[in-house]
């Protein structure tokens, strides 16, 4: 059986104070789901996006959203399999270092 990799994105619609100029961050989950499928067999990825400003009701991702708001964390933070690996602006490297990590193969 595959290993199912988890991405998760949080983030808000409006853009974090300390990113000016940067894309939101939905903008931000949908470029990374571009230029990872450009790249890598992403199939088995399961993206997931989740607005900081309405968690969905998971203790999950109530606690993360929690987190990020008490330590003023920059946002998106983008976690593969629980894991934070980018925080703020990403680096597309960073996020496909941990992807290659857990085991995700290039495109043919």
Not at 2 to 14: A, F, M, W
Not at 47 to 68: G, L, M, R, T
Not at 79 to 102: C, F, M, R, S
Request: aromatic share 8%.
């Amino acid at each position: 059986m595959v290993k199912r990799i988890k991405l998760t994105v949080y983030g808000s619609k409006q853009i974090c104070a300390s990113c000016v100029g940067a894309p939101n961050s939905v903008d931000t989950y949908e470029w990374l789901q571009a230029a990872i499928s450009r790249k890598y067999q992403d199939e088995i990825i399961d993206y997931q996006y989740v607005d900081i400003n309405e968690p969905p009701d998971s203790k999950e991702h109530i606690e993360f959203v929690e987190e990020i708001l008490e330590n003023d964390l920059f946002y998106p933070i983008i976690l593969v399999n629980n894991d934070i690996v980018a925080e703020g602006i990403p680096q597309l490297k960073k996020i496909t270092q941990a992807l290659e990590e857990e085991g995700i193969l290039l495109r043919a």
